[in-house]
């Protein structure tokens, strides 16, 4: 790591030194301000250059893991275990090993996308019923997360594994040793976990003994500034990388995690250990689709990420938002309807495909997408979107899920040229709350539709045994012309995933911004419903020429976590979410 210069007004040191704020490009560095061995919340960001390699995702010590791995020559996929490993121990709200994954990876060499479905499993015996209570009605999203029944078959390991045999160079266990350390050392708390658990974000923690215990040691909530050890997780993390993914699939752990769901008090799950030894991550084939010059990839179902986002920036493809400035009533307002529209299909088309026939070259027609775009109006909201007709799914009804705002996005470029982007997550901010051996249980099987039919219509999205719930993850890659490798993109936030990231394309696309002031560009979300529109930023001016629109606009915090890199002629330049805790490092 080089550290070039200071900065005017500010000191340098070491990378876990203090930081100074600094508004001009450096070369390599962390870019932020403050101490990562005690990161608080929200801090302006600058852009950061690297020649070489760079790891952007959402926490320092998650970071520098990935850094040291980049630097020992290790793969972009390499780094990306390293980071997610490290990530379940100092992020544990948002990822982990008892979560789920969507990897993106672009092979230089080879010149091949390549996605990696690490997306949970529901039980093989689950099916519509699973979210009814005791007298037959729908449970509250509230009372389903917690405890066993929400927790889908793990898949971060699997995917990983299965990234590693493709693409790994270094050794699978030596991807471990940071995350290791550091659980058995301790990591200091950030300001944001601490917060995180005190506000009460998921008010079941604290409700299974080992959360408890770990989260609120003396009945506490973790301080800022503590440092914590987590001794269970450094055994669990030497287990696996000792004896690979069959440590967690089957063996002690798998017994653990069984017990955990099937004991669970008050909402007991049905996961087998049969359900944990099927377990596969699958290799599917990305989508792609041209916007402009560009090339979009990003994941397939059952994630909606790619496909959504690909339609939204296909709807405004005739508007030629390049001739509008950033935050112009007019693009916003265009913004808006493209997302009506691509959030209406996106509710009524899209699940597993391997359980549900998802009209996958339908939904990315160019001709189909241009008529779609014709219902956008200018001067008006559309109001409530139809989706489109497609004769195929005639038969579906739409189901909504809610998603809560916790996960994890992590973009990478190695020395070689390859890239990661690699989204991550258990669900709700600490997930289902039910620990086994140092790390957290997702409840990802909320992601499914609650009710199986409405009006007599089988909805796509319905629970099923094996099946895997829908998702927003989004990870992305954008290719230029000459289908060089040019921006590798993704965010946390829920379902308006997919409006953080195709803002932040729009931003550097079409707006010719950095990849930092296109995070920073303030966040727009629409899913067919309410304008959303970041708290606390200028987008909020706009509310009153919305209105005039027609909009019905919410003021709102908005909490993306775009961790982004754009590769230049020049070399790499990466930005990393002011509204979080990540950052940027690189050579
Ligand atoms: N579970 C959500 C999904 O897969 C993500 C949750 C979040 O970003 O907070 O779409």
Not at 178 to 202: C, M, P, W, Y
Not at 494 to 522: C, E, F, H, M
């Amino acid at each position: 790591m080089k550290i070039q210069y200071f900065l005017a007004g500010c000191l340098f040191f070491s990378f876990f030194g203090s930081h100074c704020v600094a508004n001009t490009v450096t070369s390599t560095v962390i870019n932020e301000t403050r101490d990562p061995e005690a990161a608080t919340g929200v801090i302006e960001k600058s852009l950061v250059e690297s020649k070489k390699f760079q790891v952007s995702a959402a926490n320092p010590y998650a970071v520098k893991a990935g850094y040291r791995v980049l630097k020992a020559g290790g793969s972009a996929v390499d780094a990306a275990i390293a980071v997610q490993m490290v990530l379940t121990l100092v992020e544990p709200q948002s990822s982990g090993i008892g979560g789920g994954t969507f990897i993106l990876h672009w092979d230089e060499k080879e010149k091949t996308v390549t996605s990696w479905d690490g997306r949970e499993t529901a039980p093989s015996s689950a099916d519509g019923d699973l979210f009814l209570d005791d007298n037959g009605k729908l449970m509250s999203w509230w009372d389903a997360l917690a405890g066993g029944r929400s927790v889908g078959a793990p898949g971060v390991i699997a995917a990983l594994s299965k990234a590693h045999e493709s693409q790994g160079k270094l050794p699978w266990a030596s991807l471990f040793k940071d995350a290791i350390d550091l659980s058995e050392k301790g990591f200091i708390v950030s300001a944001r976990l601490h917060q995180l658990i005190a506000k009460k974000t998921n008010p079941s923690l604290g409700h299974y003994a080992e959360a408890k215990e770990y989260f609120f040691p003396n009945g506490e909530p973790l301080q800022t500034g503590a440092r914590h050890k987590n001794p269970k997780l450094a055994a669990t993390l030497k287990l696996i990388a000792q004896k690979g993914p069959k440590a967690f699939y089957q063996g002690e752990i798998a017994a653990d995690i069984i017990s955990a769901v099937q004991g669970a008090k008050d909402n007991p799950g049905l996961l087998t250990k049969a359900d944990l030894q099927a377990y596969e991550s699958i290799e599917r084939e990305p989508v792609c689709s041209p916007y402009h010059q560009y090339t979009i990839c990003g994941m397939g179902s059952p994630s909606s990420g790619g496909i959504t986002l690909i339609q939204i920036l296909s709807l405004l493809e005739p508007f030629k938002l390049s001739n509008y400035k950033p935050m112009d009533t007019e693009a916003v307002h265009l913004f808006s309807q493209a997302s009506r529209l691509a959030y209406a299909d996106r509710d009524l088309f899209i699940a597993d495909s391997d359980f549900v026939k998802v009209p996958l070259s339908d939904l990315l027609n160019k001709s189909y997408l241009k008529h779609r775009s014709q219902l956008i109006k200018n001067n008006s909201d559309m109001g409530k979107a139809k989706a489109g007709a497609i004769p195929q799914v005639l038969s579906f009804s739409e189901g909504s899920t809610l998603a809560q705002p916790s996960t994890s996005h992590i973009s990478i470029v190695d020395s070689e040229g390859n890239a990661v982007s690699m989204t991550t997550s258990i669900e709700m901010a600490f997930g289902s709350t039910l620990m086994v051996r140092g790390f957290l249980l997702n409840n990802q099987l909320t992601d499914f539709s609650f009710a199986k039919e409405i009006n007599g219509k089988p909805v796509a999205n319905r629970v099923e045994g094996n099946k895997r719930p829908r998702s927003s993850m989004a990870p992305t890659m954008v290719f230029n012309q000459d289908h060089q490798l040019m921006m590798v993109i993704g965010s946390p936030g829920g379902s308006r995933i997919i409006n953080y990231v195709a803002k932040t394309l729009i931003g550097v696309l079409d707006w010719g911004l950095n990849i930092q002031q296109a995070i920073d560009l303030p966040n727009i979300s629409n899913r067919n419903g309410d304008t959303d529109l970041e708290l606390g930023t200028d987008a909020t001016k706009l509310q009153s020429s919305l209105e005039k629109k027609g909009h019905v606009v919410k003021v709102r915090e908005l909490n993306s976590g775009l961790h982004g890199i754009v590769i230049t002629p020049k070399g790499l330049q990466g930005g990393a979410d002011s509204r979080r805790e990540g950052v940027v490092l690189g050579d």
